[in-house]
């Protein structure tokens, strides 16, 4: 438990972005993190109020809520660096809890 | 004001002086840019149009890019504005797109503000929001990297509020108080209607104002009008909309001394300002007490502003002429106010007399002097100041009595008479003259607005018992100018001459 990722993907439902941002998600996460994740999609549309828990602004976003800090990812995560670091997969270490760059 | 065209497509904001300015309030259904440098009271003015819509019976809907609502319940406090009792009233609700410092944020690709759009959408329809704040947008500039884009999503916000029916706020910021409309040109946002507030150093004092610079379709008050933030909130004063609105009386009163109502034709005029004007020692204050103690004989309820003397001096001074005003003051005849003119800017000074006036409902106020105050201010400021409080005053039918200290001893105007002389109804000349080596008291009414009055140059005398009114200095002239000069003419002469040039 305490090493899995516990992620939360924010998004409009059936949109390009969403599925795009899904489709990026998924591919990385499974060839790094396969078995170590949980993932749970959410429609802004159908469940604002779990957007406004989240304090979510824009569409897709990503949350990663474990391991922390917690960090939240803009974007359709087809920028792969930029998704490789918000989970923390940056680097040689496939599943590393720490990083340099955590404070 | 009162013209159906003009109010029926506006919104009543609750801030009186706001609504009058923008002749009935905000375009309803429209937002409305409010652009302003850091520290102009954007958020305040924001938050208080949603709290005073609360009062209205109109919920609303503050969404936060910058502040935590937390901090904004905080700030809001000092105001006398309960959020959290709004919130749990359900009249009030906000969205929080502040950042949390405890998370990071990572760019990765293409994105839509929907999220947000969609929360606010919930929050409007859960509360029955008729009112919408945005504070402020510039703040997502700052939360994501992509200015493009964030400008497209704003018009995605726009667009929904629009959709929503709601009337709106959208705050921004301004990097100067004469410059761009707003930073990253967000004036495109909501391009229709556009309010600036402006919080500019003049003459080293701070001055806050407001301009409506447009409003789409709809009629508005051009330039700018001083506000406050004071302990209510933002007040704004509408100048020019209140000048000329005043009735006028044919109705007497005294001034406290019968000799000086002989010489206005009868006293003075209910509803009128009254402007004493004299150097220090010849008798101004003496003047207030006389006016307040001839109000109070006949039952009529007096209050003074008193920024040159405190208290006890008043009152010592008064009790010299015989006059018990602690007493009267204990009974509620009497309300005597005194103050530093420097523990406040005007305009807040302005606030609160128009408030203790509102409150005590005198039929008499006296201000002593307009002079103390006047240091305190810049030139505009102190004329917007004595425009507005004269309206005030004359809008409840009172009677004012302000005091002006002249710079020099013999003679001369003061820059306080400048400014208002054409403001007031009345204006009474105190003055020295020398008279064989002897420093002697004159009085003159200059100006009675609406009456025949006694142009003569009258010896004024003080004593244990108040003010005397004696003859005139028939053999003196160039009192006024600051220049007496004794007269070889023989007094019969004189005589003659005055009546070459009867009285009125």
Not at chain 1, 30 to 59: H, S, W
Request: aromatic share 8%; hydrophobic share 40%.
């Amino acid at each position: 438990m305490a090493n899995r990722y516990q992620l939360e993907l924010f998004v409009v439902a059936h949109s390009t972005k969403a599925q795009r941002a899904e489709h990026n998600l998924r591919r990385l996460c499974d060839a790094k993190l396969a078995g170590q994740y949980d993932l749970r999609i959410t429609d802004v549309l159908e469940d604002a109020a779990a957007a406004e828990a989240a304090n979510i602004v824009a569409t897709p976003s990503l949350v990663r809520r474990a391991p922390l800090p917690v960090r939240v990812v803009v974007g359709d995560l087809s920028r792969r660096e930029s998704l490789l670091y918000a989970l923390g997969l940056e680097g040689d270490e496939p599943d590393a809890d720490r990083n340099p760059n955590d404070e | 004001m009162n013209d159906v065209r003009r109010s029926m497509d506006k919104l009543s904001t609750g801030m009186a002086g706001f609504d009058t300015i923008a002749f009935g309030g905000l375009p309803k259904g429209r937002s409305t840019l409010l652009s302003g440098t850091a520290g102009s009271a954007k958020t305040v003015f924001a938050m208080q149009f949603l709290v005073k819509g609360a009062e209205l019976g109109e919920n609303g809907v503050f969404v936060t890019f910058e502040e935590t609502p937390a901090d904004l319940r905080r700030n809001m406090l000092s105001f006398g504005w309960d959020c959290a009792r709004l919130e749990e009233e359900h009249r009030l609700a906000f969205v929080d797109a502040s950042p949390r410092p405890e998370e990071e944020r990572i760019e990765a690709g293409a994105f839509d503000f929907a999220a947000l759009v969609a929360r606010i959408e919930a929050c409007v329809r859960r509360t029955g929001a008729r009112r919408v704040v945005l504070d402020s947008i510039g703040a997502m500039f700052a939360q994501f990297k992509d200015p493009a884009a964030v400008r497209r999503e704003l018009y995605r916000i726009s667009a929904a509020l629009k959709k929503l029916d709601v009337t709106a706020i959208v705050t921004s910021e301004r990097t100067e108080d004469y410059g761009a409309i707003s930073r990253h040109g967000m004036e495109e946002f909501v391009a229709d209607n556009v309010v600036l507030l402006r919080n500019t150093l003049e003459e080293e004092k701070r001055r806050r104002t407001i301009e409506i610079l447009k409003f789409r379709g709809t009629d508005h008050q051009k330039g700018e009008y001083p506000f406050v933030v004071s302990d209510e909130g933002v007040v704004v004063i509408p100048l020019s909309s209140i000048q000329l609105r005043q009735k006028s009386t044919t109705l007497r009163i005294a001034s406290g001394s019968e000799e000086l109502d002989a010489m206005c034709g009868g006293g003075f005029f209910r509803d009128s300002i009254i402007l004493v004007s004299g150097a220090t020692g010849t008798g101004k204050t003496l003047m207030v007490t006389a006016f307040m103690a001839g109000g109070i004989a006949k039952g009529e309820r007096c209050l003074a502003f008193c920024f040159e003397e405190s208290r006890q001096q008043f009152f010592r001074n008064a009790a010299g002429w015989g006059f018990d005003f602690e007493q009267l003051e204990r009974d509620g005849k009497l309300k005597v106010v005194t103050d530093y003119p420097e523990i406040m800017p005007l305009e807040n000074h302005l606030i609160r007399m128009k408030r203790i006036i509102a409150e005590f409902k005198p039929d008499r106020v006296a201000i002593d002097s307009l002079s103390a105050l006047e240091r305190n201010s810049t030139t505009r400021s102190f004329r917007e100041f004595v425009i507005s409080l004269t309206a005030f005053v004359k809008d409840q039918e009172m009677a004012g009595l302000f005091t002006s200290t002249t710079p020099t001893l013999l003679g001369g105007t003061s820059v306080t008479e400048a400014h208002i002389s054409s403001i007031c109804d009345s204006i009474i000349l105190l003055r020295y003259v020398e008279v064989y080596g002897e420093m002697r008291r004159a009085l003159t009414v200059l100006k009675m607005r609406g009456s025949a009055h006694d142009k003569e140059i009258r010896e004024f005398n003080i004593d244990g018992s108040g003010m005397h009114l004696g003859k005139a200095f028939r053999n003196v002239t160039g009192i006024l100018a600051g220049h007496p000069m004794q007269l070889a003419m023989a007094p019969e002469e004189l005589d003659r001459f005055h009546e070459m040039f009867p009285h009125d």
